[in-house]
């Protein structure tokens, strides 16, 4: 049976970030501990929702040690420093890499048994809710802000773990499009296209039904057509990609992903590679292995992509007219083609073997193997 899990309350557009006073006020909280990464202190994003914060006289401490890819340190580090700070709740101000972590803190802090961060692997493992977080997205791309999932690396054993939780979402989201006009090019592409990757998998998982097939096509209708004006840095490109990595949020958290994620969570864990440079590389590939088991979707995905006659087509032109549509796009906003510059040969059955332990893989449309897998990383090789 389906279930779906949103916010309690989002806040969406220019000046939307203003109210997170008003949340923490009306929530009764007392004293955050802001999770954010150091780049965002050094530009000064941080500082639009901490002088919110100071004018209104709200305590604050901030931990900023969290890497693009967080590891179980920067988790346990940020339990740490909310303990030392005697917080009550966080603001995550960031990509997926803050948010992510503040999830895991709020987790720990509310489920203590779980301080081993490997513990939480899994679906629904705790059984408390998470302190509240309030979540401040600056890239529009993981939609953590909206999503019961977290990602985690474990350096030790150089592997990606994901958590999905009921009870890690937070309880307010705020997306403020002027919280992203500060994301560089290459950083916009790569976030939009996971964005986009989040919306194609999440329409075509074995567990996509109704109500997340209607977030999924109009994030892949607004990300097509906004994306490329995001990474010109227009207004009308940074709102369209906030609103759209956001309804891709809302569907894929519910139902699922696919090996395009997984792949690139084995990617990640050993070269720390950007994961949305991951997941575009990887996404026209895989879109062709999946391809047989995919039905009609592929001619929706074309149509939200704004490929004119598709009803005219047979199945292999829209489909093919369905990945050509996502190779062009990544390709427009600069994201390389290949593996070439990332992966290596020696490494393949140790990635392979990580995407196939993956939380995402069973989702898959089609069931790979661990062949299927080292033959697809190959290919883009």
Same mark, same amino acid.
């Given at each position: 049976?389906?279930? !779906?899990?949103?916010?309690?309350?989002?806040?969406?557009?220019?000046?939307?970030?203003?109210?997170?006073?008003?949340?923490?006020?009306?929530?009764?909280?007392?004293?955050?501990?802001?999770?954010? %990464?150091?780049?965002?202190?050094? !530009?000064?994003?941080?500082?639009?929702?901490?002088?919110?914060?100071?004018? *209104?006289?709200?305590?604050?401490? @901030?931990?900023? #040690?969290?890497?693009?890819?967080?590891?179980?340190?920067?988790?346990?580090?940020?339990?740490?420093?909310?303990?030392?700070?005697?917080?009550?709740?966080?603001?995550?101000?960031?990509?997926?890499?803050?948010?992510? /972590?503040?999830?895991?803190?709020?987790?720990?802090?509310? #489920?203590?048994?779980?301080?081993?961060?490997?513990?939480?692997? $899994?679906?629904?493992?705790?059984?408390?809710?998470?302190?509240?977080?309030?979540?401040?997205? /600056?890239?529009?791309?993981?939609?953590?802000?909206?999503?019961?999932?977290?990602?985690? /690396?474990?350096?030790?054993?150089?592997?990606?773990?994901?958590?999905?939780?009921?009870?890690?979402?937070?309880?307010?989201? @705020?997306?403020?499009?002027?919280?992203?006009?500060?994301?560089?090019?290459?950083?916009?592409?790569? %976030?939009?296209?996971? *964005?986009? %990757?989040?919306?194609?998998?999440?329409?075509?998982?074995?567990?996509?039904?109704?109500?997340?097939?209607? !977030?999924?096509?109009?994030? @892949?209708?607004?990300?097509?057509?906004?994306?490329?004006?995001?990474?010109?840095?227009?207004?009308?490109?940074?709102?369209?990609?906030?609103?759209?990595?956001?309804?891709?949020?809302?569907?894929?958290?519910?139902?699922?992903?696919?090996?395009?994620?997984?792949?690139?969570?084995?990617? $990640?864990?050993?070269?720390?590679?950007?994961?949305?440079?991951?997941?575009?590389?990887?996404?026209?590939?895989?879109?062709?292995?999946?391809?047989?088991?995919?039905?009609?979707?592929?001619?929706?995905? *074309?149509?939200?992509?704004?490929?004119?006659?598709?009803?005219?087509?047979?199945?292999?032109?829209?489909?093919?007219?369905? @990945?050509?549509?996502?190779?062009?796009?990544?390709?427009?906003?600069?994201?390389?083609?290949?593996?070439?510059?990332?992966?290596?040969?020696?490494?393949?059955?140790?990635?392979?073997?990580?995407?196939?332990?993956?939380?995402? /893989?069973?989702?898959?449309?089609?069931?790979?193997?661990?062949?299927?897998?080292?033959?697809?990383?190959?290919?883009?090789?």
């Amino acid at each position: 049976m389906p279930r !779906f899990v949103l916010n309690e309350t989002s806040y969406h557009g220019e000046g939307a970030i203003s109210n997170v006073v008003t949340e923490v006020k009306n929530r009764g909280l007392k004293k955050a501990l802001i999770c954010t %990464t150091p780049e965002l202190i050094k !530009f000064k994003v941080v500082s639009k929702v901490t002088d919110l914060l100071k004018k *209104a006289k709200l305590p604050y401490e @901030i931990y900023s #040690n969290i890497k693009p890819n967080p590891t179980i340190e920067n988790v346990q580090g940020g339990v740490k420093a909310f303990k030392k700070a005697k917080a009550d709740y966080l603001i995550a101000i960031g990509g997926g890499s803050a948010i992510d /972590t503040s999830k895991g803190v709020g987790i720990i802090m509310a #489920n203590p048994k779980h301080i081993d961060v490997r513990s939480l692997e $899994g679906a629904d493992v705790t059984k408390k809710k998470a302190l509240p977080i309030i979540a401040i997205p /600056t890239t529009a791309g993981t939609a953590a802000e909206v999503t019961i999932n977290y990602v985690i /690396t474990d350096t030790k054993k150089k592997r990606k773990f994901v958590c999905a939780d009921v009870h890690d979402i937070p309880v307010v989201a @705020i997306i403020d499009p002027i919280m992203m006009s500060t994301m560089p090019k290459g950083l916009t592409a790569a %976030t939009g296209m996971d *964005a986009l %990757t989040h919306a194609i998998e999440g329409y075509i998982t074995k567990g996509a039904w109704e109500l997340s097939d209607m !977030f999924h096509l109009e994030a @892949i209708r607004l990300i097509s057509q906004y994306l490329r004006a995001a990474v010109k840095n227009t207004k009308e490109g940074r709102r369209g990609m906030a609103l759209g990595q956001y309804i891709a949020g809302m569907g894929f958290s519910n139902v699922g992903l696919g090996i395009v994620h997984s792949m690139a969570h084995a990617l $990640g864990a050993v070269y720390d590679t950007p994961h949305g440079v991951a997941n575009a590389i990887l996404l026209p590939t895989i879109m062709k292995y999946n391809a047989p088991a995919t039905g009609e979707r592929y001619r929706e995905i *074309a149509r939200a992509m704004g490929v004119k006659n598709v009803d005219k087509m047979n199945k292999a032109q829209y489909q093919k007219a369905a @990945i050509d549509a996502v190779s062009k796009l990544s390709k427009d906003v600069g994201i390389p083609t290949n593996l070439k510059q990332i992966a290596k040969a020696k490494d393949l059955d140790f990635l392979a073997s990580n995407a196939m332990k993956d939380a995402c /893989t069973p989702g898959n449309p089609r069931k790979p193997s661990k062949a299927d897998i080292i033959k697809l990383y190959k290919s883009l090789m």
